[in-house]
């Protein structure tokens, strides 16, 4: 058996593609296969992390040696030789997994320099200042990335050096000056680790593999991958690349850029570049970097180069393409390529335009389009109208708006977010470690850094809005104070961020719902012609409705009577319905509730004119009206709501239950339902469809029964055309479904509940308690109150489908839980042959995309979300 193989060099090809050399890995083969050009290297696979971790931390047997093969055949290409004092070879170690996870995981550059090779780079390049510059950055990013040492005692001693020379800028010291920071590095890395910087090139290569490695298990990785559901046991590949050199002088730079606005989707060149610098200099916002047109003017040749490159990759990989590239010495290389993270608004735009441009499909465009970023679109915006005082002005690096309480880090910001409070955090610049704050917080300001920082990638990723490069905020950290163009704010502060337009506003600022853009419009249509199932929404009131329609929604999936019961005006006659001491008196209440029930559906049925209409008739317990004991106005309201206390109401007295004890209530619902629906025939001429649904039924008697006193009540009202079924959210009503649906004409499953029956989770209890640990510690991989648990509740779903149909072929089925605008659940419910999910209003858009991909993916085309 041969033995395995862990490295490839880029120029060779590989079967495992991105997932076995990584995202960096493999698109750095793929330029070097273009003709693209590339620095040499080789890529360790993503096979060796995994066998890595696997034994405990121990390098799998025989990576060395082939590291030493591929670094051997890398001297021969550059003619430089690993750890030569004269003329070293320089790599940098990146990492880079299949999925991307920019800022996630660590780099370190100039590998290979020591004392003595420092002095051999200098005298070869006859640039002091460069070897010296290359050397201190080597120090302090082994020392981050190797030795764990905190990053800021470095950038203190920068600082003080900075301070003491007057230099603005780290450009501006001069080579003896870098020399006696080589020093003041080495010096704080021996006070950190109790031993020297080593000098042996081999181990310092050796040692940054295995930090990259375990940088796949830090907590920011960890956070992130939680976030966007990545799996844990990926791993991540290790590049190892020959270093070109950034920080050489004039003739020399580095930068990052787009093929198209990350932020709008606008064709035309995007991105940032900085003369004289390293990479780490622009992603970290170490310095703020220039417009990418600025190389235009200082790298003419360079530029136009490169503008000709960027053409070439967007066309092969017909995607817009996020690109980080060196120029030394007039030369350009390009380092990376990987498909641009960007706003939902660009996605769409871009997707649309490269429709109409011939490079891809409708269906390509609408496969890539993750549903989960059109929620970006739907994000406030800050009212036109509303007189705003506008205090700074920094880079629009993420649209939307936010306002929220300052806070000054990430802890605090998880901390208070978590707690329900709208939360700004505020920053000099975020770093990877500040991920889980930026989760919580409503938006992001930071004094430094560009569009293409840390802050700026991850916010337009998450779609929160995002301001940063504020120049005229200064951050007092440890304080937890900052000022804003003067104005002193402190932790707690109101400000309002626009990071459509970078401005950054004192106090609360109203704020609105955004526009549809007609980019949105296309590509739902387009969606729409492509999917089977039908998307329904979930909503409540006649306002609700329309806004569902307004978003394409086909109908009303779920429309809750309860809620119009708690209505100030209503909730008086439910308790002198409740409290009635018979059936006649509660009658006599229930009929001064038909007028407003009757009236909250003609307009439901109005605004759904046309379309089904999926009405549940009520379902909580009755105490859920009466106040708390305590607040109880006399001895007979205490004495109800004593008689109505249950141990576990969620299993008691409720639903169907309520139905067949109280028919008089179902009877008062179902007149109120037929009333609307001849009002509104003859209001309007537009019948609607109506579906009269029984809450939580488990045995075929009772829904037969309930059917009964829904078909003799609706007769006694007038004819109209409805249908009635039940709501399956029981485990026994999946595994009999077959029972219950001799007596119905349509199932829809209610997921929230049948994911509580069926593992036996109170959700209330759950999410606030161990649901999160399990998650943390990968019990589950996935919350089942937002994913259907497509292995337990999915069976139990499949089996009702299977049992109700052997009844019934044309038993109509749909999915009305949350779980109805999920992705995931909705692929899932297109595979099981239901006819349509439903989901609140604001999620119709990401459920009719999902629904699209579903049937995409059905039919051989993945739903690769495009930067996503």
Request: aromatic share 6%; net charge negative.
């Given at each position: 058996?041969?033995?395995?193989?862990?490295?490839?060099?880029?120029?060779?090809?590989?079967?495992?593609?991105?997932?076995?050399?990584?995202?960096?890995?493999?698109?750095?083969?793929?330029?070097?296969?273009?003709?693209?050009?590339?620095?040499?290297?080789?890529?360790?696979?993503?096979?060796?992390?995994?066998?890595?971790?696997?034994?405990?931390?121990?390098?799998?047997?025989?990576?060395?040696?082939?590291?030493?093969?591929?670094?051997?055949?890398?001297?021969?290409?550059?003619?430089?030789?690993?750890?030569?004092?004269?003329?070293?070879?320089?790599?940098?170690?990146?990492?880079?997994?299949?999925?991307?996870?920019?800022?996630?995981?660590?780099?370190?550059?100039?590998?290979?320099?020591?004392?003595?090779?420092?002095?051999?780079?200098?005298?070869?390049?006859?640039?002091?200042?460069?070897?010296?510059?290359?050397?201190?950055?080597?120090?302090?990013?082994?020392?981050?990335?190797?030795?764990?040492?905190?990053?800021?005692?470095?950038?203190?001693?920068?600082?003080?050096?900075?301070?003491?020379?007057?230099?603005?800028?780290?450009?501006?010291?001069?080579?003896?000056?870098?020399?006696?920071?080589?020093?003041?590095?080495?010096?704080?890395?021996?006070?950190?680790?109790?031993?020297?910087?080593?000098?042996?090139?081999?181990?310092?290569?050796?040692?940054?593999?295995?930090?990259?490695?375990?940088?796949?298990?830090?907590?920011?990785?960890?956070?992130?991958?939680?976030?966007?559901?990545?799996?844990?046991?990926?791993?991540?590949?290790?590049?190892?690349?020959?270093?070109?050199?950034?920080?050489?002088?004039?003739?020399?730079?580095?930068?990052?850029?787009?093929?198209?606005?990350?932020?709008?989707?606008?064709?035309?060149?995007?991105?940032?570049?900085?003369?004289?610098?390293?990479?780490?200099?622009?992603?970290?916002?170490?310095?703020?970097?220039?417009?990418?047109?600025?190389?235009?003017?200082?790298?003419?040749?360079?530029?136009?180069?490169?503008?000709?490159?960027?053409?070439?990759?967007?066309?092969?990989?017909?995607?817009?393409?996020?690109?980080?590239?060196?120029?030394?010495?007039?030369?350009?290389?390009?380092?990376?390529?990987?498909?641009?993270?960007?706003?939902?608004?660009?996605?769409?735009?871009?997707?649309?335009?490269?429709?109409?441009?011939?490079?891809?499909?409708?269906?390509?465009?609408?496969?890539?389009?993750?549903?989960?970023?059109?929620?970006?679109?739907?994000?406030?915006?800050?009212?036109?109208?509303?007189?705003?005082?506008?205090?700074?002005?920094?880079?629009?690096?993420?649209?939307?708006?936010?306002?929220?309480?300052?806070?000054?880090?990430?802890?605090?910001?998880?901390?208070?977010?978590?707690?329900?409070?709208?939360?700004?955090?505020?920053?000099?610049?975020?770093?990877?470690?500040?991920?889980?704050?930026?989760?919580?917080?409503?938006?992001?300001?930071?004094?430094?850094?560009?569009?293409?920082?840390?802050?700026?990638?991850?916010?337009?990723?998450?779609?929160?809005?995002?301001?940063?490069?504020?120049?005229?905020?200064?951050?007092?950290?440890?304080?937890k104070k900052a000022s804003l163009n003067g104005n002193e704010l402190s932790e707690g502060d109101v400000i309002t961020i626009d990071g459509g337009t970078g401005r950054v506003m004192l106090g609360p600022v109203d704020l609105v719902p955004p526009q549809i853009n007609e980019d949105f419009e296309t590509i739902l249509g387009w969606a729409d012609?492509?999917?089977?199932?039908?998307?329904?929404?979930?909503?409540?009131?006649?306002?609700?409705?329309?806004?569902?329609?307004?978003?394409?929604?086909?109908?009303?999936?779920?429309?809750?009577?309860?809620?119009?019961?708690?209505?100030?005006?209503?909730?008086?006659?439910?308790?002198?319905?409740?409290?009635?001491?018979?059936?006649?008196?509660?009658?006599?209440?229930?009929?001064?509730?038909?007028?407003?029930?009757?009236?909250?559906?003609?307009?439901?049925?109005?605004?759904?004119?046309?379309?089904?209409?999926?009405?549940?008739?009520?379902?909580?317990?009755?105490?859920?009206?009466?106040?708390?004991?305590?607040?109880?106005?006399?001895?007979?309201?205490?004495?109800?709501?004593?008689?109505?206390?249950?141990?576990?109401?969620?299993?008691?007295?409720?639903?169907?239950?309520?139905?067949?004890?109280?028919?008089?209530?179902?009877?008062?619902?179902?007149?109120?339902?037929?009333?609307?629906?001849?009002?509104?025939?003859?209001?309007?001429?537009?019948?609607?469809?109506?579906?009269?649904?029984?809450?939580?039924?488990?045995?075929?008697?009772?829904?037969?029964?309930?059917?009964?006193?829904?078909?003799?009540?609706?007769?006694?009202?007038?004819?109209?055309?409805?249908?009635?079924?039940?709501?399956?959210?029981?485990?026994?009503?999946?595994?009999?479904?077959?029972?219950?649906?001799?007596?119905?004409?349509?199932?829809?499953?209610?997921?929230?509940?049948?994911?509580?029956?069926?593992?036996?989770?109170?959700?209330?209890?759950?999410?606030?308690?161990?649901?999160?640990?399990?998650?943390?510690?990968?019990?589950?991989?996935?919350?089942?109150?937002?994913?259907?648990?497509?292995?337990?509740?999915?069976?139990?779903?499949?089996?009702?489908?299977?049992?109700?149909?052997?009844?019934?072929?044309?038993?109509?089925?749909?999915?009305?839980?949350?779980?109805?605008?999920?992705?995931?659940?909705?692929?899932?419910?297109?595979?099981?042959?239901?006819?349509?999910?439903?989901?609140?209003?604001?999620?119709?858009?990401?459920?009719?995309?999902?629904?699209?991909?579903?049937?995409?993916?059905?039919?051989?085309?993945?739903?690769?979300?495009?930067?996503?």
């Amino acid at each position: 058996m041969a033995p395995n193989r862990f490295v490839y060099d880029f120029d060779e090809p590989s079967d495992g593609g991105r997932e076995l050399l990584g995202g960096k890995g493999i698109g750095l083969a793929e330029m070097t296969q273009l003709g693209v050009p590339v620095p040499a290297g080789f890529t360790i696979t993503t096979d060796a992390c995994r066998a890595y971790m696997e034994a405990g931390g121990e390098v799998p047997e025989g990576l060395d040696a082939e590291v030493d093969r591929h670094l051997a055949a890398l001297e021969e290409k550059s003619g430089k030789r690993f750890g030569d004092p004269a003329d070293p070879l320089l790599v940098s170690v990146r990492s880079g997994a299949a999925v991307s996870m920019p800022g996630m995981m660590d780099t370190i550059l100039n590998l290979g320099l020591n004392d003595e090779a420092v002095r051999g780079l200098s005298e070869r390049t006859g640039n002091e200042r460069f070897a010296s510059d290359s050397y201190r950055r080597l120090i302090q990013m082994y020392g981050e990335v190797v030795e764990g040492i905190d990053g800021h005692l470095f950038e203190e001693a920068l600082s003080k050096l900075k301070d003491k020379q007057g230099a603005a800028l780290d450009v501006d010291l001069s080579p003896d000056d870098l020399a006696e920071l080589v020093d003041t590095y080495k010096a704080i890395y021996e006070g950190e680790t109790s031993g020297p910087f080593p000098q042996d090139a081999r181990e310092q290569l050796s040692r940054a593999v295995r930090a990259v490695f375990e940088s796949w298990d830090n907590p920011r990785a960890q956070v992130y991958r939680r976030a966007h559901h990545i799996p844990d046991d990926l791993g991540t590949a290790v590049n190892v690349v020959q270093m070109v050199f950034g920080n050489k002088g004039g003739q020399s730079g580095t930068g990052v850029a787009f093929t198209r606005d990350p932020s709008t989707g606008e064709p035309g060149l995007y991105g940032e570049f900085l003369a004289d610098a390293q990479g780490e200099d622009v992603v970290a916002g170490i310095r703020t970097p220039e417009p990418i047109t600025a190389m235009q003017k200082a790298l003419p040749e360079a530029f136009e180069e490169f503008t000709e490159t960027m053409r070439r990759l967007e066309e092969h990989y017909c995607d817009m393409q996020d690109i980080e590239f060196t120029v030394e010495d007039g030369r350009l290389y390009l380092l990376q390529t990987r498909s641009a993270k960007r706003t939902a608004a660009a996605a769409l735009k871009a997707a649309v335009d490269m429709v109409d441009e011939g490079l891809i499909a409708r269906e390509d465009a609408v496969a890539r389009i993750d549903p989960g970023q059109l929620d970006q679109l739907l994000h406030p915006m800050i009212d036109p109208s509303a007189d705003v005082e506008v205090v700074a002005q920094g880079l629009n690096a993420s649209p939307g708006a936010a306002s929220g309480k300052i806070v000054f880090d990430a802890d605090t910001a998880a901390e208070k977010g978590s707690a329900g409070e709208n939360v700004i955090l505020v920053r000099w610049e975020t770093t990877p470690d500040d991920i889980h704050g930026m989760i919580a917080a409503k938006g992001i300001l930071t004094a430094h850094g560009g569009m293409t920082s840390h802050a700026a990638v991850v916010a337009r990723g998450m779609g929160k809005p995002c301001v940063a490069g504020c120049e005229a905020l200064s951050v007092d950290h440890a304080a937890k104070k900052a000022s804003l163009n003067g104005n002193e704010l402190s932790e707690g502060d109101v400000i309002t961020i626009d990071g459509g337009t970078g401005r950054v506003m004192l106090g609360p600022v109203d704020l609105v719902p955004p526009q549809i853009n007609e980019d949105f419009e296309t590509i739902l249509g387009w969606a729409d012609e492509l999917r089977r199932l039908k998307v329904r929404g979930n909503a409540d009131t006649p306002e609700d409705a329309a806004k569902a329609r307004e978003f394409g929604a086909q109908g009303i999936g779920l429309c809750r009577t309860e809620h119009m019961f708690m209505a100030e005006d209503r909730l008086p006659v439910v308790r002198e319905m409740i409290m009635a001491s018979g059936e006649e008196e509660r009658r006599r209440a229930l009929d001064k509730l038909l007028p407003h029930q009757q009236a909250d559906f003609e307009g439901i049925f109005e605004a759904m004119a046309g379309l089904p209409v999926t009405i549940r008739l009520l379902d909580p317990p009755l105490h859920e009206f009466l106040p708390p004991l305590e607040e109880a106005t006399d001895e007979k309201m205490r004495e109800r709501i004593r008689a109505l206390r249950e141990s576990n109401p969620m299993l008691g007295t409720r639903g169907c239950r309520l139905g067949l004890m109280w028919p008089e209530i179902y009877e008062m619902q179902v007149r109120a339902i037929v009333r609307a629906a001849i009002a509104v025939e003859e209001r309007t001429g537009d019948a609607p469809l109506v579906e009269i649904m029984h809450p939580l039924v488990g045995f075929g008697e009772e829904l037969r029964r309930l059917r009964a006193i829904t078909v003799a009540t609706a007769a006694e009202e007038g004819e109209i055309e409805y249908r009635v079924g039940t709501m399956i959210e029981l485990p026994r009503a999946c595994v009999r479904a077959d029972e219950i649906a001799e007596h119905a004409d349509f199932f829809s499953f209610g997921t929230n509940d049948l994911t509580q029956t069926a593992l036996g989770f109170s959700r209330d209890d759950a999410e606030g308690k161990f649901l999160t640990r399990y998650l943390e510690d990968g019990v589950l991989e996935r919350n089942p109150f937002e994913t259907i648990d497509q292995g337990g509740v999915g069976d139990l779903m499949r089996i009702a489908v299977e049992r109700g149909r052997s009844v019934k072929d044309d038993l109509k089925m749909g999915i009305c839980g949350e779980h109805g605008g999920e992705p995931q659940s909705v692929e899932f419910c297109h595979g099981l042959g239901l006819e349509y999910v439903s989901c609140s209003p604001y999620r119709v858009p990401l459920a009719r995309l999902a629904a699209a991909q579903a049937a995409l993916k059905e039919s051989g085309i993945e739903a690769v979300a495009a930067g996503g």
